[in-house]
């Protein structure tokens, strides 16, 4: 979000934004869970026209050792945008930008699983963005709590996220790339609908209040659409595939004469 921009017409008269959608709409969400087989856990996202990847390694021994907790399993996630993610080739490795964001989901992450449970352990998620257009860091905490669950790591549930914000005036659901660059507001947050408890909200820009109370409204709802879909992906890997390593049969075979 780099401020407002009064050449660029985000929203026209009936209340449209650039893509089509309504102020509440959220952009197509399709989610695959267990798409890698070596991973312990994995998710594939896309969300509008960003496409992100979870893997998940663990609970494993923690190293370095130093980083191991007695009492609990730590979760370290790294998040990662490809140089070809973005318009102007994004300089490999990581940057203050991708520390926060990895910061952010762990702690998200760590809230859920169980980490009592595995002490001395470290549980790793890896989330690499293939194709971003906004909203990648609620994206990659979508894609990885489904990959958590996807590796069996007992959890208290699901994590979805999203993005609200600001363009033209109006409260918006789910920014997309110009929106996020010339709106006013941008405000991710990952909730849990089923307790209502909040795991993640960051804030960018302004908003009243009323905006605020509106935007939170406007994520709760997705929040529980998002929820439904992550539900739906995990329930296609385990319940139509019998839990089978076999995602893929194409890709198997390619994996077996390697
Ligand atoms: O992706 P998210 O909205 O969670 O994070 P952001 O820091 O608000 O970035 C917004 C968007 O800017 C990203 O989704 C990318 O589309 C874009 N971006 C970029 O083009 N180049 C970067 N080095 C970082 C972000």
């Known amino acids: 979000m780099s401020g407002i921009n009064d050449d660029i017409k985000l929203i026209d008269e009936n209340g449209i934004r650039i893509d089509g959608r309504k102020a509440d709409e959220m952009r197509p969400l399709k989610i695959e869970a267990g798409v890698l087989k ?3 856990g994995s998710a594939y ?3 509008g026209k960003n496409k992100v990847i979870a893997a998940v390694y663990g609970p494993r021994e923690c190293h370095p050792r130093h980083m191991q907790d007695p009492a609990k ?3 370290q996630c790294r998040y990662n945008m490809m140089s070809f993610s973005v318009s102007d080739r994004k300089r490999p490795g990581p940057d203050r930008r991708s520390i926060e964001i990895s910061k952010i989901i762990s702690e998200a992450l760590e809230y859920v699983v169980f980490t009592e449970n595995f002490p001395r ?3 790793d998620v890896y989330i690499e963005v293939l194709q971003a ?3 990648t860091r609620v994206a990659g905490l979508t894609a990885a709590s489904a990959a958590l669950a996807d590796a069996g790591i007992p959890m208290k549930d699901l994590v979805p996220a999203v ?6 005036g109006h409260v918006v659901l789910d920014l997309n790339k110009e929106e996020d660059n010339f709106g006013s507001a941008d405000l ?5 609908p089923r307790t209502g408890e909040v795991l993640l909200m960051q804030m960018d820009g302004h908003l009243t209040m009323e905006e605020f109370d509106k935007g939170i409204e406007y994520a709760k709802k997705a ?16 319940a139509d595939q019998g839990g089978s390593d076999e995602t893929d049969d194409e890709f198997s075979s390619i994996d077996e004469e390697a």
């Open 133 to 135: 257009n906004a909203g």
């Open 163 to 168: 993005a609200v914000g600001k363009a033209d």
């Open 121 to 123: 352990t470290s549980i």
């Open 73 to 75: 399993a730590i979760v």
């Open 223 to 238: 929040c529980q659409e998002i929820y439904e879909i992550q539900k739906d992906a995990l329930r296609r890997r385990y």
């Open 38 to 40: 070596r991973a312990d």
């Open 188 to 192: 991710p947050m990952a909730m849990i």
């Open 45 to 47: 996202l896309e969300w």
